[in-house]
T-cell receptor, first 118, second 111 residues
Framework: DTEVTQTPKHLVMGMTNKKSLKCEQH?????MYWYKQKAKKPPELMFV???????INESVPSRFSPECPNSSLLNLHLHALQPEDSALYLC?????????????????FGEGSRLTVL | GESVGLHLPTLSVQEGDNSIINCAYS??????FIWYKQESGKGPQFIID?????DKRQGQRVTVLLNKTVKHLSLQIAATQPGDSAVYFC??????????FGTGTSLTVIP
């Protein structure tokens, strides 16, 4: 199984709503990532989890709250979002390794959750 | 974050020709680079990677070249096909196993 599965594929929410995006992988990867991608732009790193612990937060506003309940799951909790937060949210995973091996470091991406904030 | 950029935002090539997509990176300490392909409505897909101790790596129809002196990466696609039409991103790995993406090049293959 080499898939990263994201749900929902599409989400529309109001600025006062609370919703969550979910990501799941069963590749045994111990690093998981959230990226945000606006139209015609590159993916922008938000968070990195390493061995289920938050290792990198790229100064993301607190209205985005990540959670890693176990090594296979990654959530992104959304609250009081703004219309400019509308974007494609991509989850990715990779093997976490301290030793360098060119064939094991790649990110595997899900298809993304398309978020629209009204 | 790191700064990884691309020289050309769009590229059009004739089917069967070779394509070259370029990327500049700013962090000389980056140790690993990846090229991704992203089709409309999909997540990025891995194409090829290269370690910083290499200057060339070949895959099926694709070659990545790394020039550390000028901090430049290129992706060469041989015999470009319509299915190669997509946006291509380079990404570099930082010290915390995080990946930063470049601006992207939109490749259009003309049949």
């Amino acid at each position: 199984d080499t898939e990263v599965t994201q749900t929902p594929k599409h989400l529309v929410m109001g600025m006062t709503n609370k919703k969550s995006l979910k990501c799941e992988q069963h590749m045994g990867h111990r690093a998981m990532y959230w990226y945000k991608q606006k139209a015609k732009k590159p993916p922008e790193l938000m968070f990195v989890y390493s061995y289920e612990k938050l290792s990198i937060n790229e100064s993301v506003p607190s209205r985005f709250s990540p959670e890693c309940p176990n090594s296979s799951l990654l959530n992104l909790h959304l609250h009081a979002l703004q219309p400019e937060d509308s974007a494609l949210y991509l989850c990715a995973s990779s093997r976490r390794t301290e030793s360098f091996d060119a064939n094991t470091g790649e990110l595997f991406f899900g298809e993304g959750s398309r978020l629209t904030v009204l | 974050g790191e700064s990884v950029g691309l020289h050309l935002p769009t590229l059009s090539v004739q089917e069967g020709d070779n394509s070259i997509i370029n990327c500049a990176y700013s962090n000389s300490a980056s140790d690993y680079f990846i090229w991704y392909k992203q089709e409309s409505g999909k997540g990025p897909q891995f194409i090829i990677d290269i370690r910083s101790n290499m200057d060339k790596r070949q895959g099926q129809r694709v070659t990545v070249l790394l020039n550390k002196t000028v901090k430049h990466l290129s992706l060469q696609i041989a015999a470009t096909q319509p299915g190669d039409s997509a946006v291509y991103f380079c990404a570099e790995r930082g010290s915390g196993n995080q990946f930063y993406f470049g601006t992207g090049t939109s490749l259009t293959v003309i049949p």
